[in-house]
């Protein structure tokens, strides 16, 4: 007998399926992992109303969410989805034509390209500047707590480290900054505020590229323009949407990925000490963070090329599947006792970073970010707790993001 409450039938229709596949998504926001527990034992895949409103596949198991992003079946092209049936977020094309809508071999060129010039070599020539923006940020923090963590420091670090791998001016961050705040969260009551954050970052990043040409520096927007694959370069659309991708994705994900990991480990505070006593554990710490509550519950959807099973489940051709990320890193047949944070467990085969060709390019980067952050952050304050009850703290509402609202903390 499950443990858990059933969420409905996976696979009934009619208006009760609908009203079932709105009530599994209202669970899923409000207490995603007790949620996602119970649909694993109901079963592999199940109809529920997805991130733009519509109905989508909802796939929950390891194995087939492993499976799942390394199906060639399973397309990431809007062209492949049945009209009518997917409303993503509506980008200008020149925004749109970007990795997570690309399959091969369109993929394969940009992501080679995109390879070439976000190389390791590069990505380790930030981590000196990513601590000293850390301690900068943490030197301004008041002489006494609480102080809200997400605003003061997880979510300034990464758009410092992510302006400064574009080579953004300092004295053009502030927009850029803004702009992003809106899209990560954006006001459903106020859609004109997005259109104008688009509509500013679209001009802006034109400009840029336009004058990175003209004269490129040490970065990475200059060394992807330079980029060729067999003699071709770059179109200008396919540079703006690539900006545009590694601002959005390496910005939203850092941040909550940052404000995620401190909420563990100060409501574990076992495994804070472990940390703190033994310095060599920090990697392998971040892996299993990644694991545990994951900023990105859900991968990008996708579009099945034909019928797709998943167990005893068939996925008709076009409708709208969304791997769960969160489920698969907490199932029990992968992970032993998967709700518990150990953080020397071996925690790799995670999928927070993806899995497949569409694996996180800006991967390294993640890690070296989230170590820098809690390992300057734990060091300048020895006694940091949460200031508030882990009850009454608030995370967006969104199933496609995990994120908190705010972080109280006193030191």
């Not at 370069?233 to 990925?257: K, P």
């Not at 300048?380 to 882990?390: D, G």
Request: with cysteine.
């Amino acid at each position: 007998m499950s443990s858990h409450a059933p969420l409905g039938p996976s696979g009934a229709t009619g208006t009760s399926s609908e009203r079932s596949a709105s009530d599994i998504t209202a669970r899923l926001v409000a207490d995603p992992h007790a949620a996602y527990a119970a649909l694993r034992e109901q079963g592999p895949a199940h109809r529920v109303s997805g991130t733009d409103g519509r109905p989508a596949w909802l796939v929950t198991r390891y194995e087939d969410v492993r499976r799942g992003l390394a199906d060639p079946r399973l397309s990431l092209d809007k062209q492949h989805a049945l009209p009518g049936n997917y409303a993503g977020m509506r980008l200008p094309p020149a925004l749109d034509a970007n990795l997570l809508n690309m399959d091969p071999p369109d993929h394969t060129r940009i992501r080679r390209l995109v390879s070439q010039a976000f190389t390791p070599q590069r990505v380790e020539r930030l981590r000196a500047p990513i601590r000293r923006t850390a301690e900068t940020l943490l030197d301004a923090f008041p002489a006494e707590g609480p102080v809200d963590l997400v605003a003061a420091y997880a979510a300034p670090l990464p758009i410092v480290v992510i302006c400064d791998l574009l080579g953004v001016p300092e004295s053009e961050r502030r927009d850029f900054r803004a702009w992003t705040d809106v899209l990560v969260a954006p006001d459903p009551s106020r859609p004109e505020l997005a259109k104008a954050a688009i509509g500013g970052m679209f001009a802006y990043l034109t400009a840029l590229i336009a004058g990175k040409r003209a004269q490129p520096g040490d970065d990475l927007l200059s060394a992807m323009i330079e980029a060729r694959d067999e003699g071709q370069r770059l179109s200008e659309d396919e540079l703006l949407s690539l900006a545009f991708l590694i601002l959005f994705a390496g910005y939203e994900n850092t941040v909550q990925l940052i404000g995620n990991a401190v909420l563990a480990l100060l409501t574990h505070p076992e495994q804070l000490a472990a940390l703190r006593a033994d310095a060599g554990l920090l990697p392998a710490a971040v892996e299993e963070l990644m694991r545990f509550d994951t900023p990105a519950p859900l991968s990008i959807r996708r579009f099945p090329l034909e019928d797709v099973e998943f167990g005893d489940v068939t996925v008709p051709a076009g409708e709208t599947v969304l791997l769960s990320i969160a489920s698969a890193n907490r199932d029990p047949e992968r992970f032993a006792e998967p709700d518990r944070l150990a953080l020397d467990r071996a925690a790799t085969g995670h999928l927070t970073l993806g899995h497949g060709i569409h694996y996180c390019v800006g991967a390294p980067l993640a890690r070296m970010e989230t170590e820098i952050a809690l390992d300057a952050l734990l060091a300048r304050f020895p006694s940091l707790t949460l200031a508030a009850a882990p009850a009454d703290l608030r995370w967006r509402p969104s199933m496609r993001a995990r994120g908190l609202v705010a972080l109280p903390v006193s030191y």
